[in-house]
Each structure stands twice: as C-alpha cells, then as structure tokens.
C-alpha cells in the first residue's frame, strides 16, 4: 500500500522525483502540504485546496485531540470523511504542540503530563495514546510521538530528546502494529550533527516506511539547517519518503529538495497571507504598503493562480485597507499556490536534468541566503 518509488534523480545534487502510494491517491514530490491545524486550512475550501493542486493537508493530533475530540471525528467516519477532504491527510503526532503549547508539568519515560492551553484541563500524552488517536483520526500517514527540544539548547538537552525520542518510537511502531496506515519515524537532535547520526541509527532499524526530519526552522540559521541536513541525506534510507517538518520558506524548500527532502508543510503561507505578506518570485512583499495604492500589475506576474489571474494588487491593498475577508482568502490562496507551484517546478527540473539551473536562478530571483 505505501510503496515510494524514486523515479528520478539529479545527478549533481540530492535532489529526486518519487511516487509514494498512499489509500487516498499517489503523492508526487516533492511536494508541499498546507497545514489543516483545526481540520481545515484557514480561509480556504476543500475545492479550492484542489483547484491551487494541493495533494495532500496536514492536520495536528494535539488540536483535534481536545477539541472537538477523536472520539466524535472517529463518529463522522474519520478525518477525511469529517472535513470532505478526499485526498491525503497527514496528521502530526501532537509532541511539538505538547511541548510549546501547553503548560508542561511533567515529562518522564512514560510520557508528558501536561495541561491544556484551552481550558486547563489536564492530559496525559503518551506514545500509545498518540497512536490510538491518529488511529481514529484515520490520517493515511501518521507521525511517532517524539520529544521536541526547545532552540537553543544544551547539548545534554538534546542528546535526552534523542534518547526519548528513539524510546518512544519503538513504543509508537509497536502500538501501531495492524494499522492500515504509514507510520513515519522523527530524526531529533537539535543542531548537534553526531546527535542526528545516532538518532536515524536508532530509527532506520525499526524499518519506517518514512522518515521526519523535526526540530528545524525553529530559530536556527539556515547554514545550520542545511549543514544538519547535509548530514542526514547519506544516512536516511535511499527508497522512502523524507519530510522535513515545519518549513515554508521558499529557499529553504529548494536547498531542502537539492539535499534529498521529499515532503514540506508549513503554516507560513496561510498565516502571512492574513497578515497581508506575500511570497512572489522576486522576494516577499506586503501587499499593505502605500507602494502598492495605485500597483495595477498582479500580485505575482508569474504566478498562475487564481488571485493573480483575476485581480491586482491595488485591489486587494484595497480590500486589507477596508477589513474585508477575501483579502486574507486571496492572498492565503496565492501563498499556497506559490508553494504548491514551487514544489512542480522543481519536480520538472529534475525530470528535466535542469534543477541545478533552476536552483540558481530561483535562488538569485528570491533572494540569497548563504548554503556554506
């Protein structure tokens, strides 16, 4: 059922093409997915995620778990039959949630104990627990509950998150056991490299059908990202899908594919949408600015979606400047477009044997951000 296969390869960089099965349709990536936190991504409808070519959404454990619970999402008959969604749904496990959300109370081999950032009520999330809820979410991939360190951290902090992490992924992988669905393992170890080596050494031998890369793009440079994910390409199983978690940066997405990642999600381009921030093709732009008055050119000349194709950008500064919603559902569709595009193109420049050339000239129409 979860077969991924690589279809292509750049012969200069890391960069690949796959296939990856999955009950709800044949991802292509690399690709990107927009974040479904609440079972829906924010101002957008299920036909419009289709029509910007989403194929797959992300929705989180830890959100739907309290509210409004798995139990009465597993009633509807799951998660895609709940939000009318029939494509891939990738759900988290809820650990980074758990660990920057809530009020922590305690942390052991056991789980987390910990209290809800809604009500206060208490919970305890442990490996087991996580599973039986993605289980009734009924998610086609599904995430180990891991533990997320905070950035910076000690190296002592990192190597106990490693350490947690590898515990609780053989106890996710064992409470999974019978389910229908890929289970993913999370590669922990903050920006300490040999902490990064001994976390995949643990995880590839538990034989995931697809390995999370977490804990970046969460306040370390970019060098430092890539230099860990330089580390983790030769390591990571060749044959199965790679998803660095959390990351919408458009560079950091090229320089991510360019180091063999597969699979991205991001709440960026929804939240800076509703903020009026926008990406195009030479760099991000705040369609809010008075620079943009009198702009009767589209938002994004290069962009295709429908945003672009049908109004300018003096239009929807008009519709920020008067309160009106459909400015955040405009530019909250374009955002996505541009990701979900970002990541078809280079699929073709692979395809094409051109991504190298594509690396360097998106790179230097976006903006440099320095890979040593």
């Known amino acids: 059922m979860f077969e991924y296969r690589v279809i292509a390869q750049c012969p200069v960089t890391g960069a690949r093409v796959g296939e990856f099965v999955t009950p709800h349709g044949i991802l292509k990536t690399p690709v990107f997915m927009p974040v479904g936190t609440q079972a829906t991504v924010k101002a957008m409808a299920p036909f419009e995620l289709k029509e910007l070519g989403a194929q797959i959404i992300l929705s989180n454990t830890y959100h739907l ?73 009924g998610s086609d991939i599904a995430m180990c509950f891991d533990q997320c360190v905070p950035y910076p951290c000690t190296r002592e902090q990192a190597e106990e998150g490693v350490r947690r992490t590898s515990l609780w992924a053989g106890r996710s992988l064992k409470a999974w056991e019978g389910s229908r669905n890929a289970l993913f393992g999370i590669v922990q170890g903050s920006v300490f490299e040999d902490l990064r080596r001994r976390s995949a050494g643990d995880l590839v031998p538990m034989d995931f059908p697809g390995y999370a890369i977490g804990g970046l793009s969460v306040g370390e440079s970019h060098a430092d990202m890539y230099r860990i994910l330089d580390a983790l390409d030769p390591l990571l199983p060749f044959g199965k899908p790679r998803y660095l978690m959390g990351v919408g940066h458009p560079l950091n997405l090229v320089e991510g594919v360019a180091r063999g990642v597969d699979m991205f999600d991001c709440v960026l381009p929804t939240r800076n949408g509703r903020n009026g921030t926008l990406l195009t093709t030479h760099g991000p732009i705040n369609i809010k600015n008075k620079i943009y008055e009198r702009d009767f050119s589209p938002l994004d000349p290069e962009c295709d979606c429908y945003a672009c194709r049908a109004f300018t950008r003096a239009y929807i500064r008009h519709l920020y400047r008067t309160g009106e919603i459909l400015a955040s559902r405009l530019c909250s569709w374009h955002n996505l477009r541009f990701l979900v595009a970002l990541a078809e193109k280079m699929r073709q420049a692979i395809l094409d044997g051109t991504f190298p050339a594509f690396r360097e000239r998106f790179t230097a129409s976006y903006g440099s951000v320095s890979v040593e």
């Open 65 to 137: 778990y309290l509210r409004p619970g798995a139990e009465l999402i597993g009633e509807a008959g799951g998660l895609h039959s709940f939000m009318s969604w029939d494509r891939s749904i990738l759900t988290d496990s809820g650990g980074f949630q758990v660990f920057s959300l809530a009020s922590l109370n305690r942390i052991t081999d056991d789980g987390v104990e910990f209290q809800s950032h809604l009500d206060g009520s208490r919970h305890f999330m442990t490996p087991e627990k996580a599973m039986e809820v993605q289980r009734t979410l």
